[in-house]
């Protein structure tokens, strides 16, 4: 197994949801890998935990990367939450991403989980499957 793939599986994956039209009319750029200090806008995402299981052969080494992307907003209702979550999702499934180390094999969706925050602003907690290999 390798966790060396980690990093740039993450940064592969904020830089394509930074750069993808549909998220960037969603969220205006609100996509962050670390929250920036200060005020947040309205409805903003965060990528989050990953959990990794070896997925390695007598090929090489490999790994399968479930990782979070979470989206937050303090507007009424769960739709723009939903509209952000949906160009999240058409932005990542099936796409090709170039990783600075290895190779993504594929990415697709898993689970979503939407709830309503004890602060009245909700959360969507988008889960994606991705499969890497070592070059």
Avoid: N, W
């Avoid at 060396?4 to 009319?25: K, T």
């Avoid at 409805?43 to 935990?49: D, H, S």
Wanted: aromatic share 6%; hydrophobic share 45%.
């Amino acid at each position: 197994m390798t966790y060396a793939l980690a990093a740039p599986l993450q940064e592969a994956v904020f830089q394509h949801l930074a750069a993808d039209s549909g998220v960037i009319a969603e969220l205006g750029g609100a996509i962050y890998d670390a929250l920036p200090t200060g005020s947040l806008p309205e409805t903003y995402a965060v990528l989050g935990g990953e959990d990794v299981l070896d997925r390695s052969d007598a090929t090489g080494a490999g790994a399968r990367h479930q990782i979070q992307i979470s989206l937050y907003t303090s507007a009424a209702g769960f739709a723009g939450a939903k509209t952000a979550a949906a160009a999240i999702c058409d932005a990542l499934q099936d796409t090709d991403l170039t990783l600075s180390r290895g190779r993504l094999i594929g990415i697709g969706f898993e689970k979503a989980t939407a709830e309503r925050l004890s602060d009245g602003s909700r959360s969507i907690v988008l889960r994606f499957a991705a499969r890497v290999e070592d070059d």
